[in-house]
């Protein structure tokens, strides 16, 4: 009984703080320029439509008591809110409005808005049908018993394999050492986007990324042991800190760390319980635990893109990156730039609203034929950028509006369908998430199915999100096969050949076509 009591005030004094703000954030829209009003009381009108629309499942859940943080649901819900509701409320609030330089800013935010609304309807359908939870049921699942010894030659395979790649990189790289210092601060000079542009030099980074998924299986396996010796713990840092650094090294973006931690997050938090799915309850617990999540992921979104964007460590070092700010607006424009992808569906509308120019699905066919290699196909036609939105795009976001943004998973639907596209991809993407939480409530204490449900949510759906289907499947994929590919080799039940030939065989044709691309 008081525990439903203290869950009602806690529900009215958030209650209240909303109200609070709402009318602080409409008395700012009054004090604008009254041209405007309508289209900004419209679109204030369907910021707060939206945002009462996300929260509704969430909200429910934790009134039954059936809330899991790490639900595929919850976590497209947390996204979207940064994405269509902060990041527009804080170009308004702010005056950070990097939408300024488009034809009609506040009618073409207002339509952004009512196809976020629409979206995210069309995604609620999907997921909440049967059909998700009855394809969850009819997909394969993986052996939970491993093998120790497999896992130990895995992982120190994987590593011998990690510090090969990195010495032929830093040996044919410029500078050398001082190269790799200068490649790890995304020096201009050092441009990571070089690696994709017909070297070799992609594949042998790429490499690096095996080890931190060789980590992540061993981490869960030794959850499961409860009292670790002052050694073992040592032993687990260090891998820990060399998993980091690959993870670094193999792309420069803050998803590959993101990856790294909170997949070992949802492992710890998934096979610690292993009587069920642990749901979080509407308490004091509760509110700490979220408070922990959501400071230690601003912090590190925070400090890599400050290194990243304006490269930090030519002046300060460390924890000094946090107080280099020269105002609260700069930190909570650099929280909110991850999220900017608003900006680039935007843009999108009013280019291929005005041109016409719609794919009707050839971006998603030139996604296979920009896998075939230069080597192979010679005159492979320079247009198929097009597969990727974020590419195509990314330049006119920048010379039009001063930064670079994704221009999400709702502007590559609307660019190749227009609206109705919107529509169904949402309505898939939802079915998609659904049966992927399925599939985990089905096998949750398999440490094979965690791992891959992580990666599903951290890179299938944010990164899909974000970034739109090339970006999300690609990385998705380049993460699942030799992660499948090593579960298998590494299961007690599986004395096949045919695992062990795959797990030498994959990271050897990477490391190959790395040298023929460079040295051939």
Request: with cysteine.
């Given at each position: 009984m008081q525990s439903k009591v203290w869950q009602n005030h806690i529900l009215l004094v958030l209650f209240i703080f909303l109200v609070i703000g709402l009318v602080l954030l409409s008395d700012k829209l009054v004090n604008m320029d009254s041209a405007t009003h309508p289209l900004i009381y419209s679109l204030f009108f369907n910021l707060s439509i939206l945002s009462i629309i996300l929260f509704i499942p969430p909200v429910y859940q934790l009134w039954k008591g059936k809330f899991d943080l790490f639900e595929s649901i919850n976590v497209f819900i947390i996204i979207y809110f940064f994405m269509f509701v902060l990041f527009p409320l804080y170009g308004i609030w702010l005056g950070?409005?990097?939408?300024?330089?488009?034809?009609?800013?506040?009618?073409?935010?207002?339509?952004?808005?009512?196809?976020?609304?629409?979206?995210?309807?069309?995604?609620?359908?999907?997921?909440?049908?049967?059909?998700?939870?009855?394809?969850?049921?009819?997909?394969?699942?993986?052996?939970?018993?491993?093998?120790?010894?497999?896992?130990?030659?895995?992982?120190?395979a994987y590593f011998l394999m990690s510090c090969l790649a990195l010495f032929v990189f830093i040996t044919n790289l410029k500078g050398g050492l001082s190269g790799l210092k200068l490649y790890l601060m995304n020096d201009e000079s050092y441009n990571r986007w070089y690696m994709f542009h017909g070297t070799g030099w992609g594949y042998f980074v790429r490499l690096m990324l095996f080890f931190p998924i060789a980590y992540l299986l061993w981490y869960s396996n030794t959850l499961e042991k409860i009292n670790k010796t002052i050694l073992e713990k040592t032993f687990s840092i260090c891998l820990f800190c060399f998993a980091l650094f690959c993870s670094v090294a193999s792309s420069l973006a803050r998803g590959s760390v993101l990856l790294?931690?909170?997949?070992m997050a949802v492992q710890h938090h998934y096979l610690k319980s292993r009587d069920g799915i642990r749901y979080v309850k509407w308490n004091k617990g509760f509110l700490k635990y979220f408070g922990y999540a959501f400071i230690g992921t601003i912090l590190v979104i925070n400090f890599m893109t400050f290194a990243a964007r304006y490269r930090i460590y030519y002046s300060v070092k460390g924890l000094e990156a946090f107080t280099s700010f020269e105002s609260s607006e700069d930190f909570i424009g650099m929280t909110l730039s991850p999220f900017a992808s608003s900006s680039g569906f935007l843009l999108v509308l009013e280019d291929v609203s005005r041109t016409k120019d719609y794919q009707w699905g050839k971006t998603y066919l030139n996604l296979f034929l920009m896998q075939i290699p230069r080597l192979v196909w010679r005159r492979k036609p320079r247009d198929l950028i097009k597969a990727a939105p974020h590419e195509y795009f990314s330049r006119k976001i920048l010379r039009r509006m001063g930064v670079t943004a994704t221009p999400t998973l709702l502007a590559e639907l609307y660019w190749n369908f227009s609206w109705p596209g919107i529509l169904i991809g949402c309505f898939l993407f939802?079915?998609?998430?659904?049966?992927?939480?399925?599939?985990?409530?089905?096998?949750?204490?398999?440490?094979?199915?965690?791992?891959?449900?992580?990666?599903?949510?951290?890179?299938?759906i944010i990164k899909t999100l974000r970034g739109g289907f090339y970006g999300g499947i690609g990385n998705l994929t380049r993460f699942l096969i030799p992660a499948i590919i090593a579960i298998e080799f590494i299961s007690v039940n599986k004395k096949s050949r045919f695992w062990t030939i795959l797990i030498i065989a994959l990271p050897l044709l990477i490391f190959s076509l790395g040298f023929i691309l460079n040295f051939v």
């Open positions: 950070r409005n990097w939408y300024r330089r488009t034809t009609n800013y506040y009618s073409s935010l207002n339509l952004t808005t009512i196809y976020a609304i629409a979206g995210v309807i069309f995604f609620y359908i999907g997921y909440f049908l049967r059909l998700g939870k009855r394809i969850a049921h009819i997909l394969p699942s993986f052996a939970d018993s491993w093998s120790k010894k497999k896992l130990n030659t895995m992982v120190i790294l931690v909170l997949t939802g079915l998609f998430c659904r049966s992927a939480y399925e599939f985990l409530k089905a096998n949750h204490t398999n440490k094979a199915v965690i791992m891959i449900y992580s990666a599903i949510i951290w890179v299938g």
